[in-house]
């Protein structure tokens, strides 16, 4: 006979619903775990939409574990964690950090356009008899923000360097005159966890976002530690629910003040112990670039050469460009597109005099920008990338190509080559550099491409690095 669902299950439901998992894959670890097909359609609201012997169990297993008994991370290696542009709370009770503009403007506009179109009252995990505890609304963004919401969600994620399947789906909390949530932790207690477990265990990172600035009032104060902060447009505030041994931290107890003038828009997105993946993969997966220090708000900035230096490497290689020869780069970066035994680039070498004169204008003006003294490591010759070539996405060597710049020399082209390049919050960019024009970019830290195949006869560059002094790779 089969089973009826209980508690413990459908909470895990509800979780991996709202985590946005797939409902087929849900619904065969339920079928699996012997459970009545009429009742896990009734509690999933979802009619498979293959036939049952083509239903495949995302955990690759014949049978699953309950919730509760689900193997799961018990300690987070703190030392894994690096937030770009983060700010440490000096506290030895929390392990708290906050992100000035992780958000711009028109990206803040955008979640609060979507809160306010889904938004409904806010629940709890468990039952509160104060019914004036919690009075915001709530909006699951995971459902109704479509590709631009995945792409923000995708960014928090990348900035705390957890796999986003360490995560729940991502909420938006809005709070309007009067409205509260009382102080709170984010863990759950011991009475919540079996409940709302599902398979991933207890709560560790909250990432919250402002989303605009509160006329009056909407503070999160931390009462334990003595910290109020405001709400500030862009503003992400993170902080561990836990102890460095896995335990609930009770200083991470928090509250958000009742909105006096205006209103106040927030999103969360809460990471777990466990994985909803299996098998689970590592919790940290960020490339060793990653932890290279960013020296710039931003890791980039589109100037133009001094015009003396600019004409003479024009001329030079106009000079010079006859005697290019085939280039080789290390990593398989630069590729055609065009067919194979096609060249993707050449190079023409500079004079050790040019080259000397690239360093010496270069920099003093690399290290205004970056606030580093600098020591220069590589400059390259004139690379011309040829018809076809593609500059596949990637990262610079994070031991010398620290501090670098690209000066476009010359090209011929039936339209922009884009160079896309993330700044320091993950975010992409799209930028066009004209003959004379040049970027000042964090090489190392941040991941660049021309992934469209060059539309044109030619495109003519040239790339120096530098490193700050002292600058030692993490290894």
Request: net charge negative.
């Amino acid at each position: 006979m089969a089973k009826t669902l209980n508690a413990d299950w459908i909470g895990w439901i509800r979780t991996n619903v709202e985590a946005g998992r797939d409902k087929d894959g849900i619904f065969k670890i339920l079928l699996d775990e012997g459970y009545a097909y009429q009742d896990i359609q009734t509690h999933l609201q979802h009619e498979p939409s293959v036939a049952l012997d083509q239903l495949v169990n995302p955990l690759g297993e014949p049978k699953t574990k309950a919730p509760a008994q689900t193997q799961q991370v018990k300690h987070i290696d703190r030392s894994k964690i690096f937030i770009p542009n983060a700010s440490r709370i000096d506290s030895d009770l929390i392990e708290l950090y906050t992100i000035e503009q992780f958000f711009n403007a028109a990206e803040c506009q955008l979640v609060i356009d979507l809160i306010r179109s889904q938004k409904l009252p806010s629940g709890l995990s468990s039952y509160e008899p104060d019914a004036s505890f919690r009075t915001s609304s709530t909006c699951d963004l995971s459902r109704v923000g479509g590709a631009e919401m995945r792409a923000l969600d995708g960014r928090i994620c990348q900035m705390i360097g957890i796999d986003p399947s360490y995560s729940e789906s991502i909420q938006g909390q809005y709070y309007d005159i009067g409205q509260q949530f009382k102080a709170h932790t984010d863990y759950f207690e011991p009475a919540e966890i079996r409940q709302h477990d599902g398979g991933m265990g207890q709560r560790t990172y909250t990432f919250m976002i402002y989303l605009n600035d509160v006329e009056e009032g909407g503070e999160t104060a931390f009462p334990r530690l003595g910290l109020t902060l405001t709400p500030k447009a862009g503003l992400a505030v993170v902080w561990n629910s836990l102890n460095p041994d896995g335990s609930t931290n009770i200083n991470s107890l928090h509250q958000a003040c009742p909105v006096i003038k205006g209103y106040k828009a927030v999103i969360t997105k809460w990471f777990r112990a466990g994985s909803a993946r299996r098998p689970a993969p590592p919790m940290f997966g960020r490339e060793i670039n990653e932890y290279i220090p960013n020296y710039t708000r931003v890791g980039f900035q589109k100037s133009r050469l001094p015009d003396s230096l600019y004409q003479k490497i024009l001329q030079f290689y106009r000079d010079n460009r006859g005697s290019q020869s085939d280039e080789f780069v290390d990593g398989g970066y630069i590729v055609s597109a065009g067919g194979q035994g096609q060249v993707s680039s050449t190079l023409v070498d500079l004079t050790p005099a040019l080259r000397e004169e690239i360093h010496d204008v270069m920099k003093p003006l690399l290290e205004v920008w970056s606030g580093q003294t600098l020591e220069p490591t590589y400059v390259y010759g004139i690379r011309i990338y040829q018809k076809h070539a593609v500059l596949k996405s990637h990262r610079d060597r994070y031991d010398t190509h620290i501090i670098s710049a690209i000066i476009n020399v010359d090209q011929l082209v039936n339209h922009d080559w884009l160079l896309l390049i993330d700044d320091n919050d993950y975010r992409e960019h799209h930028l066009v550099l004209k003959p004379g024009d040049m970027v000042f970019y964090e090489g190392g830290r941040l991941r660049h491409g021309r992934p469209e195949p060059l539309n044109g006869s030619f495109f003519a560059n040239i790339f120096c690095h530098f490193k700050p002094v002292g600058y030692a790779p993490e290894v």
